[in-house]
Every structure is written in C-alpha cells, then in structure tokens.
C-alpha cells in the first residue's frame, strides 16, 4: 500500500470517507469489495486517535446486559465469532474473572443468569461457557485477590485485539480491492452544489499535511467517519447551524504490573454501578477505563493524576495487596464519540452506532457513537445505506464478503496449531530466535513471510531494533513498504506496539526508528532530528511511556 497523493484528483469516486480510525477503515473495506470506486482520507494517521486508545478487547459489553441493550450485545457477540473465524491472529479469547464481593451491586445470582445470555449469545463451543467459581477457586485463579468480604467468582470469555493493527488491516484490505487510500491528508472544504436534486457535495479541497499541498477531490457520495472530530467536518457544510451529533467522553487507561496473570479482571467501581476491565497486555495489565464528558480539543486530550488515582482506588478495592502511583508504568487517553442521548451519564450513553443525514447535503452522512467490536457490522450497514442513495449498484454488490473473506494475515486456519508450524519454520529459514518468531507470526498472521522474506537478500534486517528486545529492523522496514508508516510516530506508536511492551526503551528506540526512515525518504540530519522531537511530542500525549508517567 503505497501513499500517491496524484491519484486523488484523477478519478471521480463512488464514495469518498473522511477518517482513517476502525469505522472508516471497515467502510472503506466493505464497499471497495462490493464493486465502489472508493477514497479515504484520513487527517493524521491510521487509527491515530480513539481506534489506537481503546482497552484493545473484543466483546460484547456484559453490563450492557443490565441496561437491555440486547441488540447491541448481540451484535458484539456475532461480531467477535466473526473476526475470530476472519482474523484469528487479531481476536485472541481470553478469561475474564469477575470476583463477587459483600457490597457488590450485583449478587452471584444475577450474575449467572446474565453470564447464561451472554453465553446463548454467542460463545464459541463448550470451552468458551462461562463458569461459577468458590471463593477458594477465585483466589486459587487470581491469588492477588483480597479474600475478605469475597462471595463468589465468575470466569466467562472474550477476546482481545490490538485495535491499531486491526484498523489497518481494514485499510489494507480496502487498498487491495481498489481503494484510493491516503493518511496525513486533511480536508479543508466541501463545495456545494443546489440542482435540481437539492444539496449536495460535490467535491473537497484536502491538503497533504506533509508538503502542504492540496487537491481536489470529488465523489457522488461522502461519509464522514472523522469520530471526535465528526461535528467540525459537519461544520464544513453551507448551512450548518451549530448542533452536535456525537458526545465525546474521554476514556483513561494505565499499565501496570500483570496482578491477575493470563485473566482479565472485571469487578465493580463504589459506588455506583460503573465498572473497571483489566485484561493482560504483552505482560503487563491494562487498566480502564475512566468515562467523563469531554469539551476540549480532541488532539490534546490525555491522562491526568485524578484519573489515575481514580483507576488505582477501583482495583485497590479487591487487591491484597494494594498498588501505587509507583506502580504504574505508564498510561494514555483516548475518546468515545458517542452518539448525542440527551439526560444519560456517560456511562449509560448508548455505544450503538446511528447514521445522521443533515439537511443541508443529500449525499453526506455522518457515523455516530459504535464501538471497536462492531465495526465490520457498521461498515456493511454503512455501505447499504450509500447503495441505495446511489441507486445503480454495481453488479455483486447485493452480497456481503466481510462476512466470509479473512482480513490480511487472517488465512491461518487454526491459529494455535499455525502459530507453532509458522513460528518454527520462520526461526528456522530466517535465523531468528523462536521467540521472536513466534510473535511475528501472531502479529501478522499469515502475512509473517512478507515481513521476513527480504532477510534473504539483507541479513541486516534481522538485527533487532535498538531499544527493543524482540522488534526487528524488518519490521520497520515492512511499515515503510507495506503499510504507509511517513513518520517515527505511526511505526513506534501504531504498526509496532512497541509502546507497550517496550515502554521504558522508546528514548533509544525512537532514534533508531527514525535513522531507518531518514534512509527511506532521504531526509537530512535536520529533519532526522525534527521527526524525532514530533514523535517525542505525540509520545507524551498519547502512550504509556516512562515520561507520562512521570507526570502522573
């Protein structure tokens, strides 16, 4: 997938879509398989806000139960079966304990006839049922746990996700199928056309953020995927009279030491009926999530003492052995863009997804509120809805692929057995250590040859990235190519994870990243050193870093 910022203004397209986060990803990989001609434009990078911050898990939302919200956890559950089958590497299952405390607002009973729906919703097979445990199976599961007060636990299954690498293989599948797909480039302004059919766009000015410069672009229908930023691509249009469609909601999460092991912990916030989710995350535990309005610029949103002493009190409520701002690695902020539901507390706000259409443009519709895990079903809705405003489907579009076809790097049949086969055979062909074999198999999927291949031809390839214990200068190589990765930030902050599992290291780390890509694009020492303090800057907003902490 390469960047080419000429194709924008050469063709007419079926379908234009503002915004690289998952929603527009699924859209653009929906409808490019259904026969539109389409674009995507994306202002900063793939995935670069609220679908690279969420708590990286695929569920089906088990206290949205208690609201009666069944259709959306229906949806959620059919959805994580789905991405299980269609990307294995990227829907891992995990347990998740729910310890059952005296004051609790929720008795064991109620949480085994809602464990029971959520199973008959869609569980994966006998393996996937949820279970009832004793106080002394809880604890003999999670040992961390404080005893007193501790009446029951539950153990029931999701999934997990690195929702960066799931946005972009989204996008990288929608480029595949013929999508024009562009990251950095901003639209400015629609221009407006008042024919006989009323309203409508007819083309944009977007600028590449990069060199400054702009293009126009056209297209018979738009979509307006921009999340946080939904209400001001909206206020592009002739006659927008100030309303607000989404209500955005700032969302913490902070690392921590791995206290529950392989277990996602799940248990209550007092009081209140809030909750906190835990699951594990390349050894270490993710802890979220915070849920406040949110009224300030949605590139500067980040973490602040409060939340995360907020966070530390919740899990202090059933640890042994309680943690500290000592403890905490790191963390980060992200934001829901919530469909606007006038009376409700954030955390009673619907997560469902709805498709607003203004008056003042026929063929223009915005995506409100959704969630990481339902994604693909958005997309296809999505893609329903511009078909039958366009009224001259091209042929095959009346079938539905994203149920069927596996993202890149999903055809691996069982991933357990493929990961062990894969992994042995890439440390065997690439001299690589079987560890860090095995995790380029899970990260890729089947993709994994492409990131290796070129070892063959360079054996330089495989040293490993400073900084890092298990990253290889391949990889960077593979964003480079492959993935339109332009600065150190996309690599280290989204295509890599290197944020996560080496946090403390990105200060050595970032350098060398960024000495790879100066010899890509040809850039000069002083623009070596410029990508390097922009990286610094968004790493300080936006990951789990030793020098967030240091601020918390």
Same mark, same amino acid.
């Given at each position: 997938?390469?960047?080419?910022?000429?194709?924008?203004?050469?063709?007419?397209?079926?379908?234009?879509?503002?915004?690289?986060?998952?929603?527009?990803?699924?859209?653009?990989?929906?409808?490019?398989?259904?026969?539109?001609?389409?674009? !995507?434009?994306?202002?900063?990078?793939?995935? &670069?806000?609220?679908?690279?911050?969420?708590?990286?898990?695929?569920?089906?939302?088990?206290?949205?139960?208690?609201?009666?919200?069944?259709?959306?956890?229906?949806?959620?559950?059919?959805?994580?079966?789905?991405?299980?089958?269609?990307?294995?590497?990227?829907?891992?299952?995990?347990?998740?304990?729910?310890?059952?405390?005296?004051?609790?607002?929720?008795?064991?009973?109620?949480?085994?006839? &809602?464990?029971?729906?959520?199973?008959?919703?869609?569980?994966?097979?006998?393996?996937?049922?949820?279970?009832?445990?004793?106080?002394?199976?809880?604890?003999?599961?999670?040992?961390?746990?404080?005893?007193?007060?501790?009446?029951?636990?539950?153990?029931?299954?999701?999934?997990?996700?690195?929702?960066?690498?799931?946005?972009?293989?989204?996008?990288?599948?929608?480029?595949?199928?013929?999508?024009?797909?562009?990251?950095?480039?901003?639209? +400015?302004?629609?221009?407006?056309?008042? &024919?006989?059919?009323?309203?409508?766009?007819?083309?944009?000015?977007?600028?590449?953020?990069?060199?400054?410069?702009?293009?126009?672009?056209?297209?018979?229908?738009?979509?307006?995927?921009?999340?946080?930023?939904?209400?001001?691509?909206?206020?592009?249009?002739?006659?927008?009279?100030?309303?607000?469609?989404?209500?955005?909601?700032?969302?913490?999460?902070?690392?921590?030491?791995?206290?529950?092991?392989?277990?996602?912990?799940?248990?209550?916030?007092?009081? &209140?009926?809030?909750?906190?989710?835990?699951?594990?995350?390349?050894?270490?535990?993710?802890?979220?999530?915070?849920?406040?309005?949110?009224?300030?610029?949605?590139?500067?949103?980040?973490?602040?003492?409060?939340?995360?002493?907020?966070?530390?009190?919740?899990?202090? +409520?059933?640890?042994?052995?309680?943690?500290?701002?000592?403890?905490?690695?790191?963390?980060?902020?992200?934001?829901?863009?919530?469909?606007?539901?006038?009376?409700?507390?954030?955390?009673?706000?619907?997560?469902?997804?709805?498709?607003?259409?203004?008056?003042?443009?026929?063929?223009?519709?915005?995506?409100?509120?959704?969630?990481?895990?339902?994604?693909?079903?958005?997309?296809?809705?999505?893609?329903?809805?511009?078909?039958?405003?366009?009224?001259?489907?091209?042929?095959?579009?009346?079938?539905?692929?994203?149920?069927?076809?596996?993202?890149?790097?999903?055809?691996?049949?069982?991933?357990?057995?493929?990961?062990?086969?894969?992994?042995?055979?890439?440390?065997?062909?690439?001299?690589?250590?079987?560890?860090?074999?095995?995790?380029?198999?899970?990260?890729?999927?089947?993709?994994?040859?492409?990131?290796?291949?070129?070892?063959?031809?360079?054996?330089?390839?495989?040293?490993?990235?400073?900084?890092?214990?298990?990253? !290889?200068?391949?990889?960077?190589?593979?964003?480079?190519?492959?993935?339109?990765?332009?600065?150190?930030?996309?690599?280290?902050?989204?295509?890599?994870?290197?944020?996560?599992?080496?946090?403390?290291?990105?200060?050595?780390?970032?350098?060398?990243?960024?000495?790879?890509?100066?010899?890509?694009?040809?850039?000069?020492?002083?623009?070596?050193?410029?990508?390097?303090?922009?990286?610094?800057?968004?790493?300080?907003?936006?990951?789990?870093?030793?020098?967030?902490?240091?601020?918390?």
């Amino acid at each position: 997938m390469q960047r080419n910022l000429e194709d924008l203004s050469k063709r007419k397209f079926d379908l234009a879509i503002i915004g690289g986060g998952i929603q527009g990803a699924a859209t653009a990989r929906d409808a490019a398989r259904r026969g539109l001609k389409v674009l !995507l434009v994306e202002a900063r990078d793939f995935a &670069g806000a609220t679908s690279s911050r969420s708590s990286k898990m695929i569920h089906g939302g088990l206290r949205y139960l208690e609201q009666y919200d069944f259709r959306l956890v229906h949806e959620a559950r059919r959805e994580r079966r789905l991405l299980l089958q269609l990307a294995p590497h990227l829907a891992q299952p995990v347990p998740f304990l729910l310890p059952i405390y005296e004051g609790d607002p929720y008795s064991s009973f109620k949480i085994r006839m &809602g464990l029971t729906v959520y199973d008959l919703m869609g569980n994966l097979g006998r393996k996937d049922l949820h279970k009832m445990l004793s106080p002394a199976e809880t604890l003999r599961r999670v040992p961390s746990l404080k005893p007193e007060g501790l009446r029951k636990g539950a153990v029931y299954f999701d999934s997990e996700t690195d929702d960066a690498r799931l946005t972009l293989e989204n996008i990288l599948d929608a480029a595949d199928h013929g999508a024009v797909i562009a990251n950095y480039t901003q639209v +400015r302004n629609l221009a407006i056309s008042t &024919g006989n059919g009323g309203a409508r766009v007819v083309s944009a000015e977007a600028e590449d953020r990069l060199s400054d410069r702009r293009y126009e672009i056209s297209a018979r229908y738009w979509v307006n995927a921009a999340g946080p930023w939904v209400d001001q691509v909206r206020a592009l249009l002739a006659g927008y009279d100030g309303s607000r469609t989404v209500r955005l909601t700032k969302g913490t999460h902070i690392l921590l030491p791995p206290v529950a092991g392989p277990f996602a912990l799940f248990a209550a916030i007092l009081p &209140g009926k809030r909750i906190f989710v835990m699951p594990p995350w390349h050894g270490h535990a993710l802890l979220g999530t915070t849920d406040t309005d949110y009224d300030g610029d949605p590139a500067r949103v980040r973490p602040d003492l409060a939340d995360t002493e907020y966070l530390l009190a919740a899990l202090n +409520r059933v640890l042994a052995r309680p943690l500290g701002l000592s403890d905490v690695v790191g963390a980060f902020a992200g934001l829901r863009a919530l469909a606007v539901q006038p009376g409700r507390s954030p955390s009673e706000n619907t997560r469902e997804y709805r498709l607003h259409e203004d008056p003042w443009a026929s063929n223009f519709v915005s995506i409100c509120g959704g969630k990481l895990t339902t994604a693909r079903a958005l997309g296809e809705k999505v893609t329903d809805h511009v078909l039958a405003r366009l009224g001259d489907a091209p042929p095959g579009s009346n079938t539905y692929p994203t149920r069927t076809e596996p993202l890149p790097g999903g055809q691996t049949g069982p991933f357990d057995v493929y990961v062990n086969y894969a992994a042995w055979e890439a440390a065997r062909m690439f001299d690589v250590p079987y560890p860090i074999a095995e995790r380029i198999v899970k990260t890729y999927g089947s993709r994994w040859r492409a990131v290796l291949d070129p070892i063959r031809e360079d054996k330089s390839l495989a040293a490993v990235v400073p900084g890092s214990t298990d990253l !290889l200068i391949a990889e960077v190589e593979f964003a480079l190519r492959e993935e339109m990765a332009v600065r150190v930030e996309d690599f280290v902050l989204r295509r890599s994870g290197l944020n996560w599992y080496a946090a403390s290291a990105l200060r050595e780390a970032a350098p060398a990243v960024a000495s790879i890509f100066a010899a890509h694009f040809g850039w000069n020492d002083t623009s070596r050193s410029k990508a390097i303090e922009a990286f610094y800057e968004e790493a300080a907003k936006a990951n789990p870093a030793k020098m967030v902490n240091s601020e918390l």
